[in-house]
């Protein structure tokens, strides 16, 4: 008999439980003990869901504070020395100082680097090894939960981050060793350590994450996975091994991965779909378990089961029926709870999602489909087949007029008519900007009063024209705050947007809102990502309003916010019944149209933030080409109508540069505002190697973390740069937008960086 599975759940709970949890604990309102509370009633509910839904195979430990490479970071020790961490378990403040810095007497650091899981919005922390890196067992999490679970009378399957996985995603310090030869025997010990115990206390399954072998892998690192496994399956006892990977397809490492002595393998048929055809051509041991990951777990479209159904019809002529385990392509952490209680969303448009609630669902579905054939769930069938067929002939989702407007576009012709030199020129005279001028990102922190007139006015307990007076009280004071501190750009500061993608997409056609569709970023942050289920364009213009509100507040030059249509697009959950580079050039065309109009209100500096466009590059080099060709070129639609004298800022983060500096130079944007404070000046070496041939304003501080840096401190990050990029094409500007941090936190470090940038550019005698 097939088995039911699933490789991870939300985390944070129908009502967000676990932000006002966490916040909580880190505003000093919420103990420990509160704090550990609220997560274990969240486990509960999690683990009786799944088990009510039908899943027979629950993972544990996949359950996070923060991210589970920070829980593995824990459960190893590996805390960096700055941390001053010395006891024999990781406790609640190393691990958040880990994550989010902190700035307590007898303590000063910075956070960890953070970057993006793979292709997805999910952050990690990244682990840091140093020459003498030790590794030992500091965190008991795994073992705590397995044992909670089993109060519960469930017996969960354990989910640990590979050892290999763990050590590729890692970073050196102080080296230029690899990690992976370095560090490897020492931590399998800990893991061999980990999985021993498990097995003794009665796992049946333990699942270890290899995502990294869906990327390109050298033979060095293939041969890895046979030097841990092997060790791995020695100490498991009557526990079973399962090796799971997501994302995309295992390519070269799948004949390493069949051959490794575990009892199951874990495959994305959903990303990965050359799965199918590696099994064909090398077969499957007869003797493993095959996890097919047959559910999309990364969008909340309803999967079409009767293809779904066809796919393991297909793999069972591989694998038998009780060597099959049929599941969702990924953990389901990257979707939201629960599709059903969105009940302001019309019926059809309803009709055709599936949050992680309903996922589980088609899961259950699918392996009693399996086991007990299609009769046994015909009328499943039926009404999915039925939502689908909606869906296809709906008239909500093609518009005639886009579509005609994207047979015209030319994308061959897409970009500006001058060369930057050119441009630098006209725009150097208009602005009159000083050396390393200094800007912010976007956003101004959302404090709570804000968020509450939102919420009174989206309830019609307040007036327009009531929550417009209050929203120009704010973007005034964040102007003024601006001028005093000198800020050369400044910003409006966005009150009026709840998130940078959600409220450009409210104003558009072919979006759709949830209320309570919530998935973690990173830490606390949760985002609502739009449903773009349709053709898209712009009725009207979305921010004119408020940037001219915002200039006539001041004579510096106001800087036009944008979204540009590849974040669109990725932080959105997207339609899959048309190629996303048809969605993304819609996106584009409509986004163009807003930068028109601000340029003919008289916007001098208008930026198009892609922080995404990393994000997006395919898992596996032989993509890249086809995706940043259109993806570039869909920056090149939105931005190449302006004047020579209109400035084109976009940012970026979390962005491994060296991979596609050629194709960000082709984006001809006049300057590059990037993250760069966490990566101890790694982003800035590509530079060194390449000229870039425009501005950039490499980001001096990190706003993901509440600590304020010093002056000194900025100045030094100022200088790092000019060791790289000439002084006349610096710019100075935190990491990213403001929205999440307290005025207290973000006042100082602003008033600090300006500080900052008058000591440099008296240092090196520039005009001012």
Request: with cysteine; hydrophobic share 40%; net charge negative.
């Amino acid at each position: 008999m097939a088995l039911s599975i699933n490789l991870g759940f939300p985390r944070i709970g129908r009502d967000r439980e676990l932000k006002r949890a966490t916040e909580g604990y880190w505003a000093g309102k919420v103990s420990a003990d509160e704090l550990a509370s609220v997560c274990a009633q969240l486990r509960r509910e999690q683990w009786e869901e799944q088990r009510n839904a039908g899943i027979e195979l629950i993972p544990s430990n996949s359950f996070s504070l923060y991210d589970q490479i920070l829980d593995t970071t824990a459960m190893v020790g590996a805390v960096p020395e700055r941390y001053r961490w010395h006891s024999d378990q990781v406790d609640l403040d190393t691990y958040f100082a880990m994550a989010r810095g902190a700035q307590r007497e007898g303590l000063d650091v910075h956070a960890m680097e953070m970057t993006k899981w793979f292709d997805t919005n999910y952050h990690f922390i990244v682990p840091e090894f140093v020459p003498d890196q030790e590794f030992r067992l500091a965190s008991t999490k795994p073992f705590d939960e397995f044992a909670e679970a089993r109060e519960l009378e469930i017996t969960t399957r354990p989910v640990l981050i590979g050892p290999v996985s763990y050590l590729i995603l890692g970073k050196p310090r102080e080296t230029d060793s690899e990690p992976l030869e370095t560090h490897l025997d020492s931590l399998i010990e800990v893991y061999a350590e980990v999985i021993g115990r498990l097995g003794a206390m009665g796992a049946e399954w333990i699942q270890l994450d290899e995502p990294c072998f869906v990327e390109d892998r050298s033979a060095k690192e293939i041969a890895a996975l046979e030097q841990v496994y092997g060790r791995l399956a020695e100490v498991a006892g009557n526990a079973r091994l399962i090796v799971q990977t997501y994302f995309d397809h295992v390519g070269e490492a799948y004949s390493a991965l069949t051959r490794l002595p575990v009892a199951g393998i874990g495959l994305d048929f959903v990303r990965g779909q050359e799965n199918v055809a590696l099994m064909r051509e090398h077969g499957f041991p007869s003797e493993k378990h095959l996890v097919a990951g047959v559910v999309d777990g990364r969008n909340v479209w309803i999967n079409d089961l009767s293809a779904s159904l066809d796919l393991l019809d297909d793999l069972q002529t591989m694998v038998s029926a009780d060597r099959l385990m049929v599941g969702a392509s990924c953990s389901l952490l990257h979707v939201p709870i629960e599709a059903a209680r969105e009940t302001e969303l019309d019926q059809e448009l309803k009709s055709w999602l599936a949050f992680a609630s309903e996922k589980l669902a088609e899961i259950a579905t699918l392996t009693r489909a399996v086991n007990d054939g299609r009769a046994a769930v015909a009328d499943a069938l039926a009404a999915n087949r039925a939502a689908l067929e909606t869906r296809q002939t709906s008239d909500r989702t093609r518009s005639h007029r886009v579509r005609e407007r994207m047979d015209a576009l030319d994308v061959g012709a897409a970009g500006r008519d001058t060369h930057f030199e050119q441009r630098r020129e006209v725009q150097r005279e208009r602005l009159r900007l000083p050396a390393l001028p200094t800007t912010v990102i976007g956003s101004f922190p959302q404090h709570p009063k804000v968020r509450v007139q939102r919420r009174k006015f989206l309830r019609d307990e307040v007036s327009r024209p009531d929550y417009e007076a209050f929203l120009e009280d704010e973007v005034r004071r964040a102007i003024e705050l601006q001028e005093e501190m000198g800020i050369d750009v400044p910003v409006h500061g966005e009150f009026e947007r709840n998130d940078m993608v959600e409220y450009f997409g409210e104003r558009m056609e072919g979006y759709a809102f949830t209320r309570f569709g919530w998935v973690q970023s990173f830490g606390s942050r949760y985002v609502k990502p739009p449903l773009l289920f349709g053709d898209v364009h712009r009725p009207e213009p979305m921010t004119v309003r408020w940037w001219e509100f915002g200039q006539s507040c001041t004579d510096r030059p106001i800087k036009g916010m944008l979204t540009g249509p590849v974040t669109m697009l990725q932080w959105s959950f997207v339609r899959d019944d048309q190629p996303r580079s048809e969605t993304c050039f819609q996106l584009a065309l409509a986004i163009a149209d807003e930068v028109q109009d601000l340029e003919a209100v008289g916007a001098k500096v208008i930026q198009v933030d892609e922080p995404a466009l990393r994000e997006g590059l395919p898992l596996r080099s032989d993509g890249w080409e086809e995706y940043l060709r259109w993806a570039v070129t869909a920056f090149r639609v939105t931005t190449g109508g302006v004047r020579p004298e209109t400035q084109i800022h976009t940012h970026m983060c979390y962005s491994e540069f060296n991979d596609f500096i050629e194709h960000i130079a082709y984006m001809d944007a006049d300057v590059l505002l990037i993250e760069n404070a966490r990566s101890d000046e790694e982003l800035l070496e590509v530079f060194r190697d390449v000229d870039y041939g425009r501005d950039i304003g490499p980001g001096v501080y990190d706003i993901h973390s509440p600590r304020v840096p010093p002056v000194d401190e900025l100045a030094e990050m100022i200088r790092a740069s000019m060791r790289v990029l000439p002084i006349d094409r610096l710019w100075v500007n935190p990491d990213c937008g403001l929205k999440t941090r307290k005025y207290d936190e973000v006042v100082p470090a602003l008033e600090n960086m300006v500080a900052a940038a008058d000591i440099v550019r008296a240092e090196t005698g520039v005009p001012v």
